[in-house]
């Protein structure tokens, strides 16, 4: 049924080092499809594999729930009743309910995958609109990145374990499906530039956090490319641009409510108070409640 539970075709009982991986409690589940919104698409399992060596998964009675996979790095292959398709960098595979598959990572370049599981009453048409739109289960598209980024958010909504959660998880995944339907409408245009899908997938996100090693993965480069490209573009590193984006919310904070420092901090993305204090100190040359006096 997910990504741990199925029968692999190859070992994942150490994972895969830097994985992301979300699986909703089988109660929670039920319990969201009965309600507005999550009853109409729910997320059930959502994942990040890079470089995912000795994946697979073969389900000859197909899965209970629609399956996305994002290839963004690396190459492998699905084999279903329409038969038997390359994945390459950029490719979108579509598995519908209950249809029988295989797939798994090529042994000398072992993918890299963003996955997601969903279920719920609008999930049958929109799988098929976006299988219609591919014409196949394997569609490609030419900037994977804006998926992969969703799928992200996907797993980010999950994790938090709330009812809330859960509906972003679902307006992040529609909008993924979205996306791939939309895809086999549209024009080649210029390739997207790297650098700018990875910073705005970091301004969408803030003040979570996002590995370099994922961000990088994301937009289809290495961390060391991205790493040097991002300074030559941006200006800094990804980690130092992620940090301007948690400390320039706090200051919107600080400026515009009266809630504690470290209710801030919390806010922000820092777990301690006092090393939130350190940054925003370091950054700006006063500290949070110094800075709040001043503009008040």
Known sequence: MDETTAEPTGSLRDGFAGQRMVVVPRPAVNAALSRPVTSRLMVTDAGFFPHAARHGRSRPAGAREHILLVCTGGTGWCHTTDGRFDVRPGDVVLLPAGAAHEYG???????????LHMTGGDTDELAAAARAAAGGPVSHLRDPAPVASLVSQVIDALDDGTAGGLIRATGAAWNALAIVVATGRRSPGPAPDPVERAVEHLRATSPRRTSVAALAAMVGLSTSQLG??????VGTSPLQYQAGLRLARARELLDA???PVAAVAQACGFDDPLYFSRQFARTHGVSPSAYRTRTA
């Open 105 to 115: 990572a090529a042994d000398d370049d072992p993918w890299t995958l963003w996955w």
């Open 228 to 233: 040097a490209r991002f300074r030559t573009q």
């Open 257 to 259: 409510t009266d809630i």
